[in-house]
Protein backbone atom coordinates (compact mmCIF):
# COMPACT_ATOMS: atom_id res chain seq x y z
CA UNK A 1 0.00 0.00 0.00
CA UNK A 2 1.42 3.42 -1.34
CA UNK A 3 -0.56 5.71 0.10
CA UNK A 4 -0.06 9.10 -2.38
CA UNK A 5 2.94 9.28 -4.81
CA UNK A 6 4.11 11.74 -6.93
CA UNK A 7 6.29 12.32 -9.84
CA UNK A 8 8.47 14.01 -10.65
CA UNK A 9 9.90 14.88 -7.56
CA UNK A 10 12.11 17.71 -9.11
CA UNK A 11 11.80 19.94 -11.75
CA UNK A 12 13.36 22.80 -12.97
CA UNK A 13 11.37 24.85 -15.69
CA UNK A 14 12.33 28.16 -17.89
CA UNK A 15 9.54 30.70 -17.93
CA UNK A 16 6.67 29.85 -20.57
CA UNK A 17 7.14 25.87 -20.67
CA UNK A 18 4.47 23.66 -19.72
CA UNK A 19 4.33 20.18 -17.51
CA UNK A 20 2.20 17.83 -15.84
CA UNK A 21 2.38 16.57 -12.17
CA UNK A 22 1.33 13.31 -11.70
CA UNK A 23 -0.31 12.12 -8.29
CA UNK A 24 -1.49 9.01 -7.86
CA UNK A 25 -3.22 7.22 -4.79
CA UNK A 26 -4.06 3.04 -3.90
CA UNK A 27 -6.69 4.39 -1.11
CA UNK A 28 -9.80 4.30 -2.70
CA UNK A 29 -10.25 7.96 -2.54
CA UNK A 30 -12.83 9.77 -3.81
CA UNK A 31 -11.36 13.49 -2.58
CA UNK A 32 -8.37 14.26 -3.88
CA UNK A 33 -6.25 17.72 -3.85
CA UNK A 34 -3.33 20.21 -5.00
CA UNK A 35 -1.78 22.42 -2.86
CA UNK A 36 1.08 24.29 -2.58
CA UNK A 37 3.76 25.53 -0.18
CA UNK A 38 5.46 28.72 0.13
CA UNK A 39 7.67 30.47 2.70
CA UNK A 40 5.87 32.44 4.95
CA UNK A 41 2.35 31.52 2.97
CA UNK A 42 1.81 28.25 4.58
CA UNK A 43 -0.16 25.76 2.15
CA UNK A 44 -2.64 26.92 0.25
CA UNK A 45 -5.07 24.63 -1.97
CA UNK A 46 -4.92 24.93 -5.74
CA UNK A 47 -7.43 22.90 -7.24
CA UNK A 48 -9.36 19.62 -5.96
CA UNK A 49 -11.36 17.00 -6.95
CA UNK A 50 -14.34 15.08 -5.33
CA UNK A 51 -14.58 12.37 -7.51
CA UNK A 52 -13.85 10.73 -10.96
CA UNK A 53 -14.36 13.45 -13.41
CA UNK A 54 -14.88 16.10 -11.31
CA UNK A 55 -12.65 19.18 -10.58
CA UNK A 56 -12.50 22.35 -8.47
CA UNK A 57 -11.42 25.40 -7.52
CA UNK A 58 -9.22 25.97 -4.89
CA UNK A 59 -7.96 29.37 -3.33
CA UNK A 60 -5.32 29.96 -5.83
CA UNK A 61 -6.02 28.39 -9.14
CA UNK A 62 -4.86 30.88 -11.88
CA UNK A 63 -2.29 29.49 -13.92
CA UNK A 64 -3.07 26.08 -13.63
CA UNK A 65 -5.37 23.62 -14.69
CA UNK A 66 -6.10 19.87 -13.36
CA UNK A 67 -8.05 16.67 -14.66
CA UNK A 68 -9.77 13.39 -12.94
CA UNK A 69 -9.66 10.90 -15.34
CA UNK A 70 -9.40 7.69 -13.27
CA UNK A 71 -10.10 7.65 -9.42
CA UNK A 72 -6.78 7.02 -8.67
CA UNK A 73 -4.88 9.69 -10.07
CA UNK A 74 -5.09 13.47 -9.96
CA UNK A 75 -2.78 15.32 -12.70
CA UNK A 76 -2.28 19.14 -12.22
CA UNK A 77 -0.92 21.15 -15.09
CA UNK A 78 0.88 24.51 -15.90
CA UNK A 79 0.47 25.73 -19.36
CA UNK A 80 2.97 28.17 -19.15
CA UNK A 81 4.97 28.67 -16.06
CA UNK A 82 5.68 31.93 -14.89
CA UNK A 83 8.88 32.36 -12.14
CA UNK A 84 5.58 32.77 -9.56
CA UNK A 85 4.89 29.30 -9.32
CA UNK A 86 8.39 27.84 -7.93
CA UNK A 87 7.06 26.02 -4.93
CA UNK A 88 7.03 22.61 -3.28
CA UNK A 89 3.64 21.66 -4.59
CA UNK A 90 1.51 18.43 -2.41
CA UNK A 91 -1.26 16.27 -3.41
CA UNK A 92 -3.47 14.52 -1.44
CA UNK A 93 -6.67 12.12 -0.77
CA UNK A 94 -9.16 11.92 1.82
CA UNK A 95 -11.44 9.81 2.73
CA UNK A 96 -14.25 11.71 2.70
CA UNK A 97 -17.25 9.67 2.02
CA UNK A 98 -20.14 12.71 1.86
CA UNK A 99 -20.81 16.34 2.26
CA UNK A 100 -20.98 17.36 5.25
CA UNK A 101 -18.44 14.99 6.15
CA UNK A 102 -20.27 12.33 8.86
CA UNK A 103 -16.77 10.39 8.33
CA UNK A 104 -13.13 11.16 9.32
CA UNK A 105 -12.26 13.00 6.27
CA UNK A 106 -8.47 12.43 7.30
CA UNK A 107 -6.56 14.23 4.62
CA UNK A 108 -3.35 12.12 3.39
CA UNK A 109 -0.25 13.74 1.82
CA UNK A 110 2.46 13.05 -1.11
CA UNK A 111 5.95 13.57 -0.37
CA UNK A 112 6.26 16.60 -2.82
CA UNK A 113 7.53 18.03 -6.22
CA UNK A 114 9.97 20.82 -6.09
CA UNK A 115 9.32 23.22 -8.77
CA UNK A 116 11.59 25.55 -9.57
CA UNK A 117 10.80 28.57 -12.95
CA UNK A 118 13.49 30.42 -14.12
CA UNK B 1 -12.48 34.15 6.53
CA UNK B 2 -10.72 31.47 8.83
CA UNK B 3 -7.26 32.30 10.17
CA UNK B 4 -5.02 29.63 11.70
CA UNK B 5 -2.07 30.64 14.00
CA UNK B 6 0.54 28.76 15.79
CA UNK B 7 2.71 29.86 18.22
CA UNK B 8 5.79 29.91 19.13
CA UNK B 9 7.17 29.67 15.46
CA UNK B 10 9.79 27.82 16.76
CA UNK B 11 10.96 25.86 20.16
CA UNK B 12 13.96 24.33 20.78
CA UNK B 13 13.80 22.13 24.02
CA UNK B 14 16.09 19.32 25.82
CA UNK B 15 15.58 15.84 25.33
CA UNK B 16 13.01 13.88 27.84
CA UNK B 17 11.18 17.16 28.33
CA UNK B 18 7.19 17.49 28.07
CA UNK B 19 6.46 20.16 26.05
CA UNK B 20 3.09 21.59 24.01
CA UNK B 21 2.43 23.46 20.46
CA UNK B 22 -0.45 25.81 20.67
CA UNK B 23 -3.21 26.20 17.81
CA UNK B 24 -5.90 28.89 17.57
CA UNK B 25 -8.49 29.55 15.42
CA UNK B 26 -10.58 32.11 14.31
CA UNK B 27 -13.54 30.72 13.25
CA UNK B 28 -15.30 27.97 15.53
CA UNK B 29 -17.62 27.02 13.09
CA UNK B 30 -15.23 23.61 11.88
CA UNK B 31 -16.01 20.14 11.10
CA UNK B 32 -12.11 18.79 12.27
CA UNK B 33 -8.84 19.77 13.27
CA UNK B 34 -5.55 17.22 11.94
CA UNK B 35 -2.42 18.04 13.12
CA UNK B 36 0.32 17.02 10.63
CA UNK B 37 4.25 16.69 10.80
CA UNK B 38 6.81 17.64 8.14
CA UNK B 39 10.36 16.36 7.94
CA UNK B 40 12.89 18.72 5.90
CA UNK B 41 11.94 18.18 2.52
CA UNK B 42 9.60 15.65 2.80
CA UNK B 43 5.65 15.75 2.55
CA UNK B 44 2.86 15.87 5.89
CA UNK B 45 2.20 13.01 8.10
CA UNK B 46 -1.01 13.12 9.74
CA UNK B 47 -0.67 12.52 13.48
CA UNK B 48 -3.71 13.00 14.98
CA UNK B 49 -7.31 14.42 13.57
CA UNK B 50 -10.10 15.77 16.16
CA UNK B 51 -13.99 15.62 15.37
CA UNK B 52 -15.48 18.80 16.24
CA UNK B 53 -17.25 16.58 18.79
CA UNK B 54 -14.60 15.30 20.25
CA UNK B 55 -13.02 17.19 23.30
CA UNK B 56 -8.92 14.86 22.66
CA UNK B 57 -7.35 12.29 20.95
CA UNK B 58 -4.38 10.01 22.11
CA UNK B 59 -1.50 8.18 19.92
CA UNK B 60 1.41 6.82 22.10
CA UNK B 61 3.65 9.40 23.47
CA UNK B 62 1.07 12.40 21.63
CA UNK B 63 -2.46 13.92 22.73
CA UNK B 64 -4.34 16.83 21.37
CA UNK B 65 -7.09 18.42 22.26
CA UNK B 66 -9.59 21.16 21.30
CA UNK B 67 -11.80 23.44 22.52
CA UNK B 68 -13.86 25.25 19.93
CA UNK B 69 -15.68 27.89 21.87
CA UNK B 70 -12.39 29.29 22.52
CA UNK B 71 -10.68 28.55 19.41
CA UNK B 72 -7.60 26.53 21.05
CA UNK B 73 -6.18 23.46 20.25
CA UNK B 74 -2.71 21.81 21.63
CA UNK B 75 -0.65 19.43 20.71
CA UNK B 76 1.26 17.71 23.55
CA UNK B 77 4.44 15.76 23.30
CA UNK B 78 5.34 13.59 26.38
CA UNK B 79 8.90 12.58 26.87
CA UNK B 80 10.16 14.27 23.57
CA UNK B 81 12.95 12.61 21.94
CA UNK B 82 15.48 13.94 18.77
CA UNK B 83 13.35 11.93 16.31
CA UNK B 84 10.55 14.21 17.57
CA UNK B 85 12.39 17.31 15.87
CA UNK B 86 10.03 18.41 12.43
CA UNK B 87 7.74 21.01 12.01
CA UNK B 88 4.57 20.67 13.24
CA UNK B 89 1.35 22.33 11.44
CA UNK B 90 -2.31 22.08 12.26
CA UNK B 91 -5.42 22.66 9.80
CA UNK B 92 -8.85 23.23 10.10
CA UNK B 93 -11.43 22.01 8.02
CA UNK B 94 -13.66 24.54 8.31
CA UNK B 95 -18.05 24.30 7.70
CA UNK B 96 -17.75 27.41 5.12
CA UNK B 97 -14.59 26.32 3.47
CA UNK B 98 -15.82 23.41 0.93
CA UNK B 99 -13.45 20.74 1.72
CA UNK B 100 -10.44 22.67 1.86
CA UNK B 101 -8.17 22.19 4.95
CA UNK B 102 -6.63 25.93 6.31
CA UNK B 103 -3.45 25.63 7.63
CA UNK B 104 -1.20 27.15 10.09
CA UNK B 105 2.30 28.08 9.79
CA UNK B 106 3.61 25.87 11.89
CA UNK B 107 6.16 25.40 15.21
CA UNK B 108 9.27 23.98 13.80
CA UNK B 109 10.55 22.18 17.09
CA UNK B 110 13.84 21.05 18.14
CA UNK B 111 14.44 18.17 20.60
CA UNK B 112 18.35 18.59 21.48
CA UNK B 113 20.29 15.15 22.60
Known amino acids: NAGVTQTPKFRVLKTGQSMTLLCAQDMNHEYMYWYRQDPGMGLRLIHYSVGEGTTAKGEVPDGYNVSRLKKQNFLLGLESAAPSQTSVYFC?????????????????FGPGTRLTVL | KQEVTQIPAALSVPEGENLVLNCSFTDSAIYNLQWFRQDPGKGLTSLLLIQSSQREQTSGRLNASLDKSSGRSTLYIAASQPGDSATYLC????????????FGEGTQLTVNP
Open chain 2, 91 to 102: AILGETSGSRLT
Open chain 1, 92 to 108: ASSDTRDWPPTYSNEQF
